[in-house]
């Protein structure tokens, strides 16, 4: 589906076009490249300082994108196209993306812009508005590498009094076909996750991602970020993410055969200093077009049926990427504008400094944001029951928290950064896109993990100096919020745990919870 840009004279159809291809479309199949011709249309490329800096992007993150568009840029090149690409570093670079594609279309007396809907609501207003007011010709094309369309999602929400994924879900398995036999999923049934909760020991043996030397095109890149963006987030080096095509699909491939098969038995475990554990870390190569969803997904279903992996490992990880990711995004669409400001309980807390320096007592905090500092990468359970759960239970402001998430790792983008944030981590949509919020205390951490014998706290004591932060907070959390949450089914059992506690306890709770706060901001 393609819309036209408003108040724009149409396009004229004699002289070539301009077709932006943006840092996260970097993919052979994009629609706005089926729909150009090689002979007329010229191809826009740019890095420029406001996408660049719009958050504090990872070190990591700005680098693997530069250099992987610079070599999408050859690759499309040496397949016939014309391709503008407008470096960094040189000095009439206006800055922004529109800024460059008004001044490719007056160097190339170009009729108008093409390009697939960006994944951010910000820029796709941005480049609408400056068509309309330039009078530039703009078609947005749906960016049709996602499973479900943005009407498809709608149509399938329209009406439905809870938006639930397992459902999307089982859509998307019957559209697809995968791990599907005939009508009905393979195995018997839709999901194995009661299998995929096991506690990860330490292991010599355990896999780690395809790492890549940088080549001289990546390595120009990271003399380029060192020397612009030295005050960006995290480290840049070590640098080893792929930046081709060619390398992601290995990257794809050592995964299928190396750390699929315990995928799903430790998909929520987490261990200290093992930052990857049997995660395929195929996200920033998918979310920026290396990778398509379904060439990763009959890879992993192949690995099933070909004896090499579990079901439970094939269902899970075939799961985050059919149903959790398109669930997202189709919520996302489906909320903005606005979405990114939501805030339930109405939380205004600033986020600690530590989120920003991992320098914290809280091992489990440590860890998860230093190896955040570390390799732009965390888990989805670090994410989720680490640094998610604690700024929830501490009251920070889901915007702040929803800002970090988007700077500081290398596949956040907002279309499926701020669902995650805002809806599942924060539950600052109030219940859009889970049905509770994701709280716990540091019992849940010290079953999935190995942190808390490591950590100056101690998990098993309650309230007083020494005791887990996580503790109290979580009760001061469910106490402030009680109006909100108490009618929830699914909360409701808290409730009447503490209201079985007596009064003194119940003041130890909300003390120690004052004064972890209280040391938090001091
Ligand atoms: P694996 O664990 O190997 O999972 C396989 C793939 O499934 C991922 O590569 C990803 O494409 C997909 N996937 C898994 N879970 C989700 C999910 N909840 N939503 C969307 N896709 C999913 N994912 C991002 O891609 N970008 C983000 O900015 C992002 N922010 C997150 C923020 C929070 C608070 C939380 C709880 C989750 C977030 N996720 C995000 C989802 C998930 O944590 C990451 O996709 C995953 O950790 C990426 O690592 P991986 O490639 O090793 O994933
Ligand atoms: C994230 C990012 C960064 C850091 N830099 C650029 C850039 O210089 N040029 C570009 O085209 N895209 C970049 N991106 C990705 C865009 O921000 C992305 O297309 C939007 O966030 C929409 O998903
Ligand atoms: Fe985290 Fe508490 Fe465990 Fe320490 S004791 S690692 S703060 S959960």
Request: charged content about 25%; some cysteine; hydrophobic content about 40%.
């Amino acid at each position: 589906m393609a819309h036209t840009g408003q108040n724009a004279p149409e396009e004229n159809a004699s002289v070539g076009g301009l077709v932006v291809v943006l840092g996260d479309q970097l993919s052979f199949e994009l629609a706005a490249l089926k729909a150009a011709d090689p002979a007329r249309d010229v191809i826009l490329m740019a890095e420029v300082a406001a996408e660049a800096s719009y958050v504090p992007h990872h070190k990591k993150k700005v680098a693997f994108l530069f250099a992987a568009m610079r070599h999408h840029a050859e690759a499309l090149r040496a397949e016939g196209w014309r391709v503008h690409y407008a470096r960094y570093d040189v000095a009439d670079n206006s800055g922004t993306l529109v800024g460059e594609m008004g001044r490719a279309l007056a160097t190339y007396h170009l009729s108008g812009v093409r390009i697939c809907t960006p994944g951010e609501y910000r820029l796709k207003a941005e480049i609408a508005e400056w068509s309309a007011a330039q009078q530039v010709p703009l078609t947005m094309l749906e960016d049709d590498r996602f499973l479900c369309s943005e009407a498809e999602f709608q149509s399938w929400a329209k009406g439905r009094k809870q938006l639930r994924m397992e459902y999307f879900y089982r859509e998307m398995r019957r559209k697809t076909g995968l791990l599907m036999a005939g009508t009905e999923p393979e195995g018997g049934r839709w999901n194995y996750d009661a299998e995929n909760r096991k506690a990860a020991q330490a292991d010599i043996f355990m896999p780690r991602p395809r790492a890549f030397a940088p080549d001289a095109v990546t390595q120009e890149v990271l003399e380029l970020v060192e020397r612009h963006l030295p005050q960006n987030f995290g480290d840049l080096h070590p640098f080893w993410f792929a930046t081709t095509r060619t390398g992601a699909l290995e990257a794809l491939e050592h995964f299928a055969t190396q750390a699929l098969p315990l995928f799903g038995d430790y998909q929520d475990a987490m261990l200290s200093d093992a930052p990857f554990l049997y995660h395929s870390v195929l996200a920033q190569y998918l979310n920026a077009g290396l990778l398509g969803p379904m060439e990763i997904c009959r890879r992993v279903e192949r690995a099933y049926y070909e004896g090499h992996a579990p079901l439970n490992a094939v269902e899970g990880y075939i799961r985050q990427i059919i149903g959790w990711r398109e669930f997202v995004r189709g919520i996302y669409w489906l909320k903005m504008p606005g979405y990114t400001t939501e805030n339930f309980f109405e939380a205004s807390r600033p986020l600690p400094a530590f989120y920003w320096t991992g320098d914290t007592d809280m091992h489990c905090l440590a860890q998860a944001i230093g190896q955040t500092r570390k390799e732009a990468y965390a888990h989805h359970i670090q994410r989720l029951m680490v640094t998610g759960n604690f700024a929830m239970l501490a009251g920070v402001d889901p915007h702040a928290v929803h800002e970090w998430y988007l700077a500081v790792y290398a596949d956040a983008y907002e279309w499926v950064e701020a669902p995650n944030v805002i809806g599942m981590s924060q539950f600052a949509d109030g219940g859009v896109l889970g049905s509770k919020p994701y709280a716990a205390s540091g019992n849940y951490i010290n079953k999935m993990s190995d942190y808390c014998g490591a950590c100056r706290y101690r998990v098993a004591q309650k309230t007083g100096e020494g005791a887990c932060p996580f503790n109290a907070l979580y009760w001061d959390f469910m106490v402030r919020n009680r109006e909100k949450l108490s009618r929830n089914p699914r909360i409701g059992h808290a409730y009447r745990t503490w209201d079985r506690m007596s009064e003194g306890k119940q003041a130890e709770y909300l003390d120690s919870a004052k004064a972890v706060l209280d040391r938090l901001w001091d």
